[in-house]
């Protein structure tokens, strides 16, 4: 069991690597400094302290990323194809009805993002990847068995008590302050209640990579207005950002009381933004040379094993 929960981190690194690895071929980078920027991303994921503590425990949120990145890449692929394959599509079907029944709320929440962001900003992509088909069609199938499930357990265990209130008290809607108070104390008090940063969570920090994500991001919305060829990539990044957000939004009682759960859905932007985005970005402006290729996987072989110690300090074996 504790094999397979580290499996499970491993192979959502190594595709986020290999997205970051695509992402960075189609912006024209060399192929092995596309090499280097995937194995840098998928190092520092691996590395990232609540993935470390899967070791312990697997949780849905951890095994939906493999999809959610699966989804990704495809709608990468599509985004830059002007016919996608029918192949392609029955895979990103599949895809969908896994990644919406491993946790229904954080699928939706995406799929909602990325139809916002794809119709908002003037794509054609819903129509390439016939949406009805491929997307709607999964995610219904989803919900209609969930919510059978659940109406079959009521009709034949009509004695039994079903909780009805998850929603008041996960949203905060219920007025109660026993864990925090608005939505800021999100950002500024970790769930123990003690004064923090904004990125604390139950194994330390990880202030740099936040930060430097947030720049990237800002980068990448800069360079967007300017160059037409980055406009696949801000779109990618605002879909998978909206998934936390939403949830923030939405669900900020279980973000708050559960970092270790929900920070894998805010990490995975994150890296994305600071090891595929922003390097690309640099990298074009300085003629390709490669000198931030070094920079990039110098700071995710050091950030990894800051990563280990603060895991380690967290749990520590003596």
């Not at 800051?306 to 520590?316: F, G, K, S, V």
């Amino acid at each position: 069991m504790v094999l397979y929960n580290q499996m499970i981190v491993l192979l959502v690194a190594a595709l986020l690597g290999f997205l970051v690895f695509q992402i960075c071929m189609r912006q024209m980078l060399r192929p092995l400094h596309s090499f280097f920027l995937g194995i840098s991303a998928e190092a520092v994921y691996q590395t990232f302290p609540y993935n470390l503590y899967s070791y312990w425990e697997q949780w849905p949120q951890s095994i939906q990323s493999i999809f959610v990145i699966l989804f990704l890449i495809i709608a990468e692929k599509s985004l830059r194809e002007d016919q996608v394959s029918k192949r392609l599509k029955i895979f990103l079907g599949f895809t969908v009805f896994i990644m919406v029944s491993f946790e229904i709320i954080a699928g939706i929440f995406l799929l909602v993002s990325f139809y916002l962001v794809t119709a908002l900003m003037g794509s054609n992509l819903l129509i390439k990847l016939k949406h009805l088909q491929t997307i709607i069609l999964p995610s219904c199938l989803v919900f209609v068995l969930f919510t059978g499930q659940i109406t079959y357990m009521k009709l034949k265990n009509p004695d039994v008590q079903f909780d009805e209130g998850r929603f008041m008290i996960r949203s905060g809607l219920n007025g109660s302050t026993e864990f925090y108070g608005e939505h800021t104390d999100i950002l500024f008090t970790d769930h123990r209640g003690t004064a923090s940063k904004p990125w604390r969570g139950t194994t330390g920090f990880w202030w740099f990579l936040f930060i430097g994500g947030m720049v990237s991001m800002i980068a990448l919305l800069i360079f967007s207005f300017k160059d037409e060829s980055y406009k696949p990539d801000i779109m990618l990044m605002l879909a998978l950002s909206g998934q936390y957000i939403f949830y923030l939004s939405v669900f900020s009682q279980s973000i708050f009381i559960h970092p270790y759960l929900y920070d894998v859905y805010l990490v995975l932007p994150v890296i994305l933004a600071f090891f595929a985005y922003l390097p690309i970005i640099l990298e074009r402006n300085t003629k390709h040379t490669g000198i931030f290729i070094v920079v990039f996987l110098a700071i995710a072989f050091c950030y990894s094993f800051i990563q280990l110690r603060t895991y380690a300090i967290a749990n520590p074996l003596v």
